[in-house]
C-alpha cells in the first residue's frame, strides 16, 4: 500500500493547486441580437445558433406584488 514518506508542507501543497482556481467565463456576443452568452452554445435572449433559430425564447413572467 503506498503511503507518503513525509508530510507535504501547506506551501508544497498549495503551489501544486494554484492552477485550480476558477476563471472568468468566456463570454462572446450573439451574432443575432448582440446579447452577451457563451460560445457554441444557443444564444437564451433570442434562440438563435449559426443564424437559425434553434428554439422560441420564453417570455419571461412580470413579478406580482404578493401584498
Known sequence: ????????????????RAHHAIGKPNLRPCANCGAYGMPHRICTACGYY??????????????????
Open 1 to 16: 500500500m503506498a503511503v507518503p514518506k513525509r508530510r507535504i508542507s501547506h506551501v508544497r501543497r498549495r503551489n501544486r
Open 50 to 67: 449559426k443564424g437559425v433559430q434553434v428554439l422560441i425564447p420564453r417570455a419571461k413572467k412580470a413579478k406580482s406584488d404578493k401584498e
